[in-house]
């Protein structure tokens, strides 16, 4: 399991500007997409605005997902279109239905606490920002970049 921080972390509060939306290409990994989930909710980002793309998982995820976050957005594929198209439908979703940012997120990983916040107020910090990478560790053992 990844753990994802940012270098700055305050509260969780966004601006009213940034509409951040999370996608989160998966296959089979429902216990994982679980905590990745709960870590985005927890950091500001309602299930409303968050999408999944399962890629194809052996039992569709939406059955157990729904249940706990009947909000959330599900894009069902057939078959396993490896990471690029899901992360991309999941993006054009994401677009057409408001976001203003979207988070690429993968299935295995959580965010520290404020993680989203810090990462909207750099991207409120002026027009020539477009693209903001995290600091991603190990869980296990922070100290691995």
């Not at 957005?73 to 979703?93: D, H, V």
């Not at 520290?112 to 910090?125: I, L």
């Amino acid at each position: 399991m990844q753990n994802i921080m940012c270098f700055e972390q305050n509260d969780n509060v966004m601006a009213a500007e940034t509409n951040i939306y999370a996608v989160i290409p998966t296959r089979n990994r429902l216990d994982m997409v679980t905590k990745a989930i709960a870590s985005l909710i927890s950091n500001g980002i309602p299930p409303e605005k968050v999408t999944i793309v399962d890629n194809a998982s052996d039992i569709p995820l939406s059955a157990h997902l729904l249940p706990l976050w009947p909000e959330l957005n599900i894009i069902r594929n057939y078959s396993n279109c490896g990471f690029a198209k899901p992360a991309n439908q999941g993006i054009n979703w994401s677009l057409q239905n408001g976001a203003t940012h979207v988070l690429i997120f993968n299935d295995d990983a959580v965010l520290s606490s404020g993680v989203v916040a810090a990462v909207a107020r750099h991207f409120e910090s002026g027009p020539n920002v477009g693209i903001i990478g995290c600091k991603i560790v190990y869980a296990s053992n922070p100290e691995i970049i």
